[in-house]
Nanobody
Framework: QVQLVESGGGLVQPGGSLRLSCAAS????????MGWYRQAPGKQRELVAG???????DYADAVKGRFTISKDNVKNEVLLQMNSLKPEDTAVYYC???????????????WGQGTQVTVSS
């Protein structure tokens, strides 16, 4: 009903930058909030950054000052600009959306397929 398509992952050297994008599509819906999570091998999935429909943002302490989350309400997209990347940022990054289905008037939590980010020299 609602699909999240991610892109922008890849291999970069320490200190480099990447931009992740996530586009939501499907039946008519309203997005309450969107965010990015990541999961490294042997670790639990953790919130990296989130943004509400009102534009409020939240960041994990480990990425504050380096990552920036933004959204495009018209395109239903969320972006994560990642600068000054460190090896510890290596993980699979997942887009998440808290969505209200305006047809059924029910809320759902959707996840993207994940995109690999590898920071290595």
């Amino acid at each position: 009903q609602v699909q999240l398509v991610e892109s922008g992952g890849g291999l970069v050297q320490p200190g480099g930058s990447l931009r992740l994008s996530c586009a939501a599509s499907g039946r008519i819906f309203s997005i309450n909030s969107m965010g990015w999570y990541r999961q490294a091998p042997g670790k639990q999935r953790e919130l990296v950054a989130g943004i509400t429909s009102g534009g409020n943002t939240d960041y994990a302490d480990a990425v504050k000052g380096r990552f920036t989350i933004s959204k495009d309400n018209v395109k239903n997209e969320v972006l994560l600009q990642m600068n000054s990347l460190k090896p510890e940022d290596t993980a699979v990054y997942y887009c998440n959306a808290d969505v209200l289905d305006v047809i059924n008037h029910r809320s759902y939590d959707y996840w993207g397929q994940g995109t690999q980010v590898t920071v290595s020299s």
